[in-house]
């Protein structure tokens, strides 16, 4: 007799049948051990002893009754449920070995609906408990994660041998680059290389450096080229961001306007017309802005996912997520410290990339060391709160502006100092450098580009 608290969403009756059919043919245990686990059994008893019969069979043993008693003989389970004999019935008919795999995949399949009811149920309990209440956004994120992963059959895992992974790269190679280029600031195009699926490409310097601006930029060339981008903004709201996209859409259209005129809503009524038509323009380009304060890596997936089925509904494909910025995104769970946190971050957004498909551009702040040294030029060391990142990222690109550090210690003009520092400031007006200090697929490097603070638009 089975568990009389089996859950009800089950078939015992498949498991024992699979289980017998195991045991009569072992070479069915290969073919099955890819489709179901020893949790995914409902009867926990059904569990272990499949986990036994892959134990024997892979160590090159028999794994039938006889030599599985042994190990189970002791188990209370097996005596509530009739003892050896209850072994020996299990393999009284052969009539499941044809039909072991359809049985496999049924076990497998009630298993991702009972973790999907229980994972809700844990969900709608947190929604109806008051006491301790949790935000929203983050209860719908659990959600809508359960539901991602219980559609989701393998996690995105491929396996294959080594000689089917060398023809899938030679099938590749005659396809297009699966990866996105910004193309408006083709300086940062050939020193970063495309950011393909899968990719975790930082950006990231101190504040003023202009990372929102490039991130931007970045997204405009993306999108105005046909391929899907989501640029998430756990920073500024959406209306500022639109102000930005809109002044670097028009830069260089002979109808560019200031971004200071736009954040401090003195626009004329002409400019107010101009920003209404690239608006119209701009609806045609496969970009979404996501405004979303107080972030978590699971609740950042869902909204993933949002945007990969909205735009797959209008033929386009995601291919760029942009994260504005990395230390405001929240982990999971609660940790220790701030180390840890960011650890988990880091390792989330290159889980992410890696499980969606998509590229993940994340801006990061570097810390405080790089403005306290003589020479401003940043460094690995200054990624700022971990080390993990440095470890999860593809690609890591600094930006440096010496004009804003120039602007910050001008002489006297009455000073010795001050015909230098015009001719160093002179020399640095305008210019942004794109410092590849990590690039996993290709050598460091930097690329020089065009700052038009004025327009917040970045060239090159």
Request: aromatic letters at 6%; one cysteine or more.
């Amino acid at each position: 007799m089975m568990n009389p608290d089996a859950p009800a969403i089950a078939n015992i009756e498949a498991e024992c049948a699979l289980l017998g059919a195991m045991m009569i043919e072992n070479r069915l245990i290969d073919r099955v051990a890819d489709i179901v686990r020893a949790e995914d059994f409902a009867e926990p008893f059904m569990g272990r002893l499949f986990t036994l019969a892959m134990r024997e069979h892979n160590l090159g043993k028999l794994a039938n009754p006889v030599t599985l008693k042994p190990y189970i003989d002791q188990d209370p389970a097996l005596a509530e449920l009739g003892g050896s004999g209850f072994l020996a019935q299990l393999t009284g008919s052969g009539a499941a070995l044809v039909g072991a795999v359809d049985m496999a995949e049924q076990i497998a399949d009630l298993a991702k609906r009972r973790r999907l009811s229980e994972r809700l149920l844990a969900v709608a309990a947190e929604c109806e408990d008051l006491e301790h209440f949790e935000n929203l956004n983050e209860l719908a994120g659990k959600a809508e994660t359960a539901i991602a992963e219980a559609l989701d059959t393998q996690g995105g895992a491929q396996t294959m041998s080594g000689a089917k992974a060398i023809e899938a790269n030679l099938g590749q190679q005659f396809e297009d680059a699966p990866g996105v280029l910004c193309r408006i600031i083709p300086s940062l195009d050939v020193a970063l290389g495309a950011i393909c699926p899968g990719d975790l490409v930082i950006l990231a310097s101190r504040p003023g450096m202009g990372k929102t601006a490039t991130a931007i930029s970045y997204a405009h060339g993306v999108a105005e080229a046909g391929d899907g981008v989501t640029f998430v903004s756990l920073e500024m709201r959406a209306a500022q961001l639109g102000g930005r996209l809109a002044c670097d859409a028009l830069f260089g259209t002979g109808e560019a306007i200031p971004y200071k005129a736009v954040s401090e809503n003195r626009c004329t009524a002409e400019q107010r017309r101009t920003m209404a038509r690239v608006a119209i323009k701009i609806r045609q380009w496969p970009l979404w802005i996501e405004d979303l304060p107080g972030a978590s890596i699971s609740r950042l997936s869902a909204i993933v996912r949002k945007h990969k089925r909205r735009l797959a509904a209008r033929g386009k494909i995601l291919k760029l997520v942009i994260v504005d910025y990395l230390q405001l995104l929240a982990p999971d769970y609660r940790t220790k410290n701030l180390y840890e946190a960011t650890s988990l971050v880091s390792r989330g957004l290159k889980s992410l990339a890696k499980a969606e498909g998509v590229g993940v551009l994340a801006l990061c702040q570097l810390s405080r060391q790089v403005e306290q040294r003589t020479d401003k030029r940043p460094t690995l060391s200054d990624l700022r709160d971990s080390g993990q990142i440095e470890q999860d990222a593809d690609a890591i690109c600094f930006l440096l502006r010496q004009e804003e550090y120039l602007k910050r210690t001008e002489p006297h003009p009455d000073s010795a100092d001050w015909i230098d520092w015009r001719h160093s400031f002179d020399r640095a007006r305008g210019k942004v450098e794109f410092i590849i200090a990590k690039r996993r697929a290709g050598e460091q490097s930097i690329g020089h580009g065009l700052w038009h603070g004025e327009y917040q638009a970045v060239r090159g």
